[in-house]
């Protein structure tokens, strides 16, 4: 009995992979960057952190920004230019055992601004490009002035 619940939870694990098609939804994803604790401004030419955003209200305020009701999932151009990237991280769930966490972070994703309102959003091994709204864009860009 318990190699037919191992068998079947293979296969269920098989069947709900992660799946990017013209039906994925960039809000589907917004409770992945909710989820972070650290957000690492970074620039696009010395891979240096400019700011760091650790704060309850400033992560709540970048992922309100982000208006991902607004996101279209899209091919981004040959000619994109990079404005900068957002490392987001977290810390490590508790596991059964453990009391504390060891207060790493860990990155659980990778949001890169192009001009012309375009993003790359990386999760784990899933790469998607997004054109954004104007005001999502400048946002962001405002990071990089």
Not at 26 to 52: H, L, M, W
Not at 98 to 115: K, M, R, V
Not at 119 to 133: A, K, N, Q, Y
Request: proline letters at 1%.
């Amino acid at each position: 009995m318990k190699k037919i619940w191992i068998i079947l939870a293979l296969i269920l694990t098989l069947l709900c992979g992660c799946q990017a098609d013209e039906n994925t939804n960039a809000f589907d994803y917004g409770d992945d960057i909710s989820k972070a604790q650290e957000i690492a401004v970074i620039s696009p030419n010395t891979s240096e952190v400019i700011e760091t955003i650790t704060s309850k209200e400033g992560i709540e305020n970048f992922v309100h920004s982000l208006d991902f009701e607004q996101w279209k999932l899209t091919s981004l151009p040959d000619e994109a230019i990079e404005i900068g990237s957002f490392g987001l991280a977290q810390e490590e769930t508790i596991k059964l055992g453990q009391t504390d966490t060891d207060g790493t972070f860990s990155d659980i994703a990778t949001i890169t601004l192009y001009e012309n309102s375009y993003i790359r959003f990386e999760v784990s091994d899933l790469v998607m490009d997004f054109e954004v709204s104007e005001g999502t864009a400048d946002y962001l860009s405002g990071y990089f002035e």
